[in-house]
Nanobody, 121 residues
Framework: VQLQASGGGLVQAGESLRLSCAGS????????IGWFRRAPGKEREFVAA????????YYADSVKDRFTISREYGKNTAYLLMNSLKPEDTAVYYC???????????????WGQGTQVTVSS
């Protein structure tokens, strides 16, 4: 499966963005989708994940209650709605696909190219 992340941009603190992860192939619906981010000078970190069915969802503590992950099967697309953005959310965001819902990046098989999110104070 191929993934294409989009929707990043420059926003002010407190504003919102919605990232999209478009998947190709008929098997997209059978994969769990995760979002990760890498800030400058920092390690890649888990943000959110959703199971293939949408029945299981996980968030990092740092984004819980602000970010919402979802998926739309008819469009082969997953989303990450980011509300109340903070400067510390600034990072390159990546979507990834795995056979199981995981929070560990190394367990994901397919990765998108990343989209930059910059939050100014």
């Amino acid at each position: 499966v191929q993934l294409q992340a989009s929707g990043g941009g420059l926003v002010q603190a407190g504003e919102s963005l919605r990232l999209s992860c478009a998947g190709s192939g008929r098997t997209f619906a059978s994969y769990a989708i995760g979002w990760f981010r890498r800030a400058p000078g920092k390690e890649r970190e888990f943000v959110a994940a959703i199971s293939w069915s949408g029945g299981s969802i996980y968030y990092a503590d740092s984004v819980k209650d602000r970010f919402t992950i979802s998926r739309e099967y008819g469009k082969n697309t997953a989303y990450l709605l980011m509300n109340s953005l903070k400067p510390e959310d600034t990072a390159v965001y990546y979507c990834a696909a795995a056979s199981q819902t995981e929070v560990v990046a190394e367990l994901y098989d397919y990765w998108g190219q990343g989209t930059q999110v910059t939050v100014s104070s």
